[in-house]
T-cell receptor, first 107, second 115 residues
Framework: DAKTTQPTSMDCAEGRAANLPCNHS???????VYWYRQIHSQGPQYIIH???NNETNEMASLIITEDRKSSTLILPHATLRDTAVYYC????????FGAGTRLTVKP | KAGVTQTPRYLIKTRGQQVTLSCSPI?????VSWYQQTPGQGLQFLFE???????NKGNFPGRFSGRQFSNSRSEMNVSTLELGDSALYLC??????????????FGPGTRLTVL
């Protein structure tokens, strides 16, 4: 079973920030938080990962709470091409994907 | 650098048959994981191989098996196919380091249809 809980779906206006929450209350001390997204039926694409500190790369920012029980993926300026299913995963060798959040970016 | 490749891309089988799917990881990657994706169950972890050894296994029946070769290429086999095995089978490779960081690179998948 997945170790994370995410909303089933979210909408976002094009050009605005998309904030995708994830709960992972049973995360253990050495487990990273990873975010992937899947567009149509392509293989999932890595977005970002983090352990304790907030992280930022060219695609997104990851905010992890101090107790590490939840995190938020931020797409700063969402575009129509960001419409996808976003998965929040914790783990290492056996990464368990949940149902993910279906993000729809609208014009 | 070439990405993860999976063959075949599409496959049609009938109930009771068996099937073998192949995955070639990114050069230098030693860990290969397999996932099954269906509309009803989403993305489910099947198993992970590292250095020719199965390191982790998901909750699938024994009809699902796999192996990894010395060049890190991996195969998965499904015996006695059932209609419910129709799915997109995804392979992902990673190059495990000394930490728990583990970015996986996914292939395009093999779409299996069981009739």
């Amino acid at each position: 079973d997945a170790k994370t809980t995410q909303p089933t779906s979210m909408d976002c206006a094009e050009g605005r920030a998309a904030n995708l929450p994830c709960n992972h209350s049973t995360i253990s001390g050495n487990e990273y938080v990873y975010w992937y997204r899947q567009i149509h039926s392509q293989g999932p694409q890595y977005i970002i990962h983090g352990l304790k500190n907030n992280e930022t790369n060219e695609m997104a920012s990851l905010i992890i709470t101090e107790d590490r029980k939840s995190s938020t993926l931020i797409l700063p300026h969402a575009t129509l091409r960001d419409t996808a299913v976003y998965y929040c995963i914790v783990g290492y060798h056996d990464m368990r994907f949940g149902a993910g959040t279906r993000l729809t970016v609208k014009p | 650098k070439a990405g993860v490749t999976q063959t075949p891309r599409y496959l049609i089988k009938t109930r009771g048959q068996q099937v073998t799917l192949s995955c070639s990881p990114i050069s230098g990657h030693r860990s290969v994981s397999w996932y099954q994706q269906t509309p009803g169950q989403g993305l489910q972890f099947l198993f992970e191989y590292f250095s020719e050894t199965q390191r982790n296994k998901g909750n699938f029946p024994g009809r699902f098996s796999g192996r990894q070769f010395s060049n890190s290429r991996s195969e998965m086999n499904v015996s006695t196919l059932e209609l419910g095995d129709s799915a997109l089978y995804l392979c992902a490779s990673t190059q495990p380091g000394d930490t728990f960081y583990n970015e996986q690179f996914f292939g395009p998948g093999t779409r299996l249809t069981v009739l």
